[in-house]
């Protein structure tokens, strides 16, 4: 409202409507042609009340119609994650921990010395010494590296391979983890459709959905982490493999890359049983709580008196 000035609306038909405002002369507001709003104080300038609060309500039809139909695909992916995630934890689930549990007893605490893949020079060049006889004096620390890398696996030049039976066990085990993290998203976002709004007492139900909520994002911040790890691996064997290129004739660097490779191995077999254990854990947990996940709330209050 305008202060010290008063509005009044007269009808006159159906298409024309003035309005006079005390103490304003010549400013009026009128239809001009159907259905056409016209603003004008008799300098042609605007008016912006009638914009800003007049003018939405010609369209307010049509945002209700968005509104529904906005609505209609909400209700249409909730019913569609309800579904997913409903089979994963009840299909899904104890196929991927039958399937997993028999990869994992394929990977065998044995099998330790088949991994070992370690480039070592075929023969080491000992470098020509400085005169003759006991003696001799000893070469310097420097031409002490001066050991081609033709001596090593692959040639100068060429490239030097990883751990061929890591990388292929690794590229098996990194869809598992993804997969893992996908199908936890999906439990993760229908139990978070299914909490209701928050209200006072009665609460326990609600309480169970958040903490299924959190243990399925610790699953997925987890196996975020076994995929970080991998690169990790690659890093500190090639700074290892560096060195040997450069050192061959150190014997403890070759050791070392062994143990790597060796622990990257049992790390490996570690994060599958991971894998199969939290698909186990998580069937066993919804399953027996599904009640209180899909209805948080009961709506017997007959039962609280």
């Given at each position: 409202m305008w202060p010290g000035r008063h509005r009044e609306w007269s009808a006159c038909g159906s298409a024309s409507a003035a309005c006079h405002s005390a103490g304003t002369p010549g400013r009026h507001f009128g239809l001009a042609g159907p259905g056409l709003l016209g603003v004008g104080d008799g300098a042609g300038s605007p008016n912006l009340y009638l914009l800003q609060h007049l003018m939405p309500l010609a369209v307010m039809a049509s945002p209700r119609k968005l509104e529904q139909d906005v609505q209609a695909k909400v209700d249409s992916f909730r019913a569609r994650i309800a579904q997913e995630a409903e089979d994963l934890v009840s299909t899904?689930?104890?196929?991927?921990?039958?399937?997993?549990?028999?990869?994992?007893?394929?990977?065998?605490?044995?099998?330790?010395?088949?991994?070992r893949s370690v480039p070592a020079p075929e023969s080491l060049i000992a470098p020509d010494t400085v005169g003759d006889g006991p003696n001799r004096d000893p070469p310097p620390l420097q031409t002490q590296s001066s050991i081609k890398v033709l001596a090593l696996p692959g040639g100068e030049g060429q490239l030097l391979r990883s751990n061929q039976h890591l990388v292929e066990l690794i590229e098996r085990v990194k869809p598992e983890i993804e997969l893992l993290r996908e199908k936890c998203n999906t439990v993760r976002m229908w139990v978070q459709l299914l909490i209701p709004k928050v209200e006072d007492g009665n609460n326990f139900g609600v309480s169970i959905q958040e903490d299924t909520v959190d243990q399925l994002w610790t699953v997925e911040s987890t196996a975020a982490s076994?995929?970080?790890?991998?690169?990790?691996?690659?890093?500190?064997?090639?700074?290892?493999?560096?060195?040997?290129?450069?050192?061959?004739?150190?014997?403890?660097?070759?050791?070392?890359?062994?143990?790597?490779d060796e622990n990257e191995y049992l790390s490996v077999r570690q994060i599958l049983l991971h894998v199969r254990n939290q698909y186990a854990t998580l069937h066993d947990v919804i399953l027996k709580n599904i009640e209180k996940i899909k209805t948080p709330r009961s709506t017997n209050t007959d039962n609280l008196y």
């Open positions: 899904f689930f104890p196929q991927k921990l039958s399937e997993l549990d028999s990869r994992v007893q394929e990977l065998r605490l044995q099998d330790l010395s088949r991994i076994y995929l970080r790890r991998f690169s990790t691996y690659y890093n500190t064997r090639a700074k290892l493999v560096s060195k040997i290129v450069k050192y061959p004739q150190v014997e403890d660097y070759r050791r070392t890359v062994a143990e790597v």
